[in-house]
Every structure is written in C-alpha cells, then in structure tokens.
C-alpha cells in the first residue's frame, strides 16, 4: 500500500539524486516508457507539434546521463553541479486500483558552472504508476516560471 | 583601440582575421551600422502576421524594427520608436495593434504604414512649423523590404544593393524549402527556441559551415547517441534522434564527399551532392502528395536536394530538408540571440513538423548536447581571443589564390571557403555605401 508519505518521499527522493549526480539510479526510476518533458510555453498541452526545451524519452535521457560522464564532453569540463530546493510536494491524486499516482510541487533549481551561477524556479508534476511493487515516472513534467525566456546552458536535470 | 571603416577593413586578409572582428566593441558599432546597414536582414515571415494589425517586434543587427501587416494586405518594417519621445511602440513579440499603432507614453498614434493618425491636442502645435519637424513623418519606415516567397528582409540603407543582386542565385535555397510544401507554402510553427550565446554572432555563422568540426566537437553527443544505441538488442525499431544524431558522426572523407558551394555577397551552403539530411526515413504518404502536386520529376528534383546548411550573409542559416531557420541576432560583440524557428509544410503530413520540432530541441536548444558542445567552443574562443600573443585567427584550409568575392563556385566539403566567403562579405558591406 503507498501512502502519501511514500509519494512526497519519492519526489525528494529524486531531486537528491539528481543534486548528487546519481544519475544511474535516478535513470532507473523511470518507467520504460517514461517522460522527461520541460514545456516551452505556459500551460502548454502539445509535446508533439508544438517544441518543448526537453521531451525526452529514456534513450534520449540515456544519452544525456552517458554524455555528462564522457572523457570528451567539453561542456563538463569542468563539470556543472545542481542543487534543487523543494517546497514539501502535494499528493495531487491517487488510484490504489491501477496504481497511479500524481504529485505536485514548487522549486527553485540552481545550476552552476566555473564562476556562473543561474536560478531557475518552476513546479514539477510527477505521474507516478507502480510496477511490479516499485513507483516508477511515467511523466515529469517541469513547468519553469519563465519557460518562454532566453536561456544559456542548461546542462543538467531540474 | 579606436577604428574607422579603412582600419575595419584592414582586419580582413585573405587567409586571416583579426581577433578584433569578434572581440572589439568599436568593430561592432561599425558593423552594426555599415555592414547591418547596407545588407539584406532577414526580419521575419508573412505567416506570423496573417491578419491586418499583426505584428512581430525584433531587430535587424541591433536596431528595434516591427513588422506589421497593413490593411491593403502589405507589409511595412518600421524603426520600433516614437517620433516623439523614443518610446518603443510595439513592446510584445507578437501582437495585434488594430487598425493603429499607439504610443503608450503621450498617446500619439499612428497607422500601419508608420504616418501620423492622430495627436491628442493637436492646437499645440498649430503655430509651430510641426510639419517640418522629423516627429511629423511618424515611424520612420526602413528604407527597402523586400518579401521573397513569404521571407521578408530588410534593407536599412536608403541606397543600395538590390534584392536580387544580394541574394542572387543563393535564393535556390529558400526556394527549395518552399517547394517542399505540396502547395508551395510555408508556415511558422511550433514556437521559437532562444538561446543566449556568450559570444560573437560571426562564431555562429562561420561554424554553421564548418564540417571539420561535428566528428570532433560532437563526439561527446552524436558519438554517445550512437554508442548507446549499439548497446540496444538487434531488431530495436530505429530512433528518428538516432537518425538525426548519427550523421554527426560521418567521417571527414564523407563530409568532404558532400561539397560546398559558395555564391556572391557571403552566401553559400554544404551538403551539394548529399548531406547530413540525405538518409532521413520517408514519412508515409509525403512522396505522393508531392507526385500528385508536381509530377514524378520534379517531386524528384525537390526532394533529392538535401542541402545542409545554407548561409544567408549577414545572419541567417537555414536547412532546407527540415525548414527549419536560425537567425543569429547580434546584442553586443560578445553577445548574440540565437533564435531557431520552425516550418510547417502547409498541405504535408505533421510527421515532418514533428521531425524538425525534434531536430531543433536535440540540436538547437539551450537543453541540447550538441548545443553545448558548440557554445563551450564559442565562448572559450571568445574569451581566449584576448591573448595578444596571436591576434589572428586562420581561415586557410583549401585556400585558393584564385578565389575572389564575387565567384559562384562548388568545393570539396572540408574547404573554409565558405567562412572565406563570408569574411571577405563583410569587409566589402563594411563600407559607407554598397550599391551592387
Ligand atoms: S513618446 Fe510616444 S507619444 Fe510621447
Ligand atoms: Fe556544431
């Protein structure tokens, strides 16, 4: 049985594995056919016909994570770090019958690079489904506040 | 150091330039003025402003310009200020302005050709000789628009170069991108990605034809795409980013192989005979409908070009095969938008909408590994640059004694002609007057 307590855990859960580049095992908490997805426009519903700053599947985020560890990635050297500060996630909706959950939650998101330091805040959505006991994503969805501004690198994960 | 238009120029050699072109903020004043000047910008295109009172506000090199649609159904470029006071008119990316343009500061307000509609107590000025002033011309139009196949461009200087003469025989570009829509028509779609660049606009330019970089720069993306792919089981359905990732890797004897091409006034393009957009999956359906809109032969022809990318001197690229459109918009001389637009075929299936909405999030974005890889190269330039050891930078690879800036001329692939091209554009723009 998942109880919110479980969800709101699984939320900060994988904001810390992102913050200690354990990129590995925060790869293997999405599904098979999990989502990676960072609209390009405020309330966007089109992932398809309409461009996103990532929509990505697991391949697409496989590549990222091998690239971010490459002797030959440029960009990394020397490496970006990331810190997330989350506000406590909501329990948005749950279905104890098809085991799918949804959660919501508020974050300031720093990414830093040599002497650069930028701030980005938004919400993240996380459609959670339990497979085989284990809550894995089914879709992040990070909404930034300024999702239609310019950007520099963003080389990391939100 | 302080520069003129003779010393400006002097920075230009055959097979050299010097680092000031990119670094020094007096060289870009210069540019911006001159070689902006006298050139045709790309501002934008007829489909983003559809209705009458449409309109975009961008710049063409640093000068805030708005393109709207007229009631006539025409479309002017106006300078982005009030005759008044300077208060940038028109504030939004895009919008609607209605029948009027209107001044948020005093309320003057003016029609859609830029000419003065109406000033709130117009008594003030009846004794004054108002009529003579600059304010009484309204927002100042630019000086030549010219509109090719929905492209609108942007000439500021009062006299030059015509349309035709800038562009000449590049323009088979452009219209091999239209052609590609069974009826000839484009439309902008999906959004724009912005990315900032801490570096000069130029770097941009002279890269988008530089083919000795993807195997090297773009091993850590394109090579890892593929090496993580190689790890998938046999029979795995193949991954259109897969598709669009590898070529990145082809090697320098097969980007040799595709060519280049290099036209009058800094214009040119890879992939001649093939490219890296050559062996893109078909989308189902697509060939048919160019067959019944064209015939076999010509649906051949259209489709069988596969340029890489096409150069539009200043700031300008653009790949064909995907309609997708990369406008580098200088801010400062170490500071550039990087604007990537997209097209959608009007009349062809949404697949091929999806496939360069794909490309540009992979390649052109601020997410994108390969743009990564790109910008960590610009900006290392840009900032080593001020090593006064060598003030130079070398263009010279395949350098022809022979080459001159007027040539229309195909190339091996791995040539820095292109970017020779280019170099040798602006220091023939940068002058007080180019008329062909
Ligand atoms: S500045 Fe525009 S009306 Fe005064
Ligand atoms: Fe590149």
Redesign the pocket.
Known sequence: MITDQDLIGFVLHEARLIDEQRFEEWLDLFAEDGRYWMPLEMGQTDPILHNSLFYDDKLLLRIRVERLKGAKTYSQKPKSRCHHLMQAPLVEARDDATGEYATWAAFHYVETRLDEQTLYAGWSRHSLVLIDGRLKIKLKRVDLVNCDSAFGNIQLFM | MPYDIPSARALIRETEVHRDIYTSPEVFDLEMKHVFGNAWVYVGHASQIPAMGDFITTTTGVTPVVMVRRGDGGISVLYNR?P????R?ANELCGNAGRFFR?P????SFRLDGSIAAIPMPEAYARTEFKGSEAAKGMTPVAAVHVYRDFVFARLAAEGIGFEDFFGDSLSSLDNMVDRSPVGRLEVAGGVLRYLHHCNYKMLMENLTDTCHPMVAHESSAGTAVAVWNTMPPGTPKHPAVEIYAPFMSSYQAFDSMGVQVWPNGHGHTGVSHSIHSDYSAIPGYYEQMVAAHGEEKARRILDTNRHNTAYFPNMTMKGPIQALRIFKPIAADKTMVESWTFRLVGAPDKLLERTLMYSRLINAPTSPVGHDDLEMYERAQDALHADGNVWINTQRNYDPGETPEDTAVTNGTTERQMRNQLRAWKKFMAERVVA
């Open positions: 009030c008044h006071k300077g208060t008119v001044c500061y005093h309320a003057w």
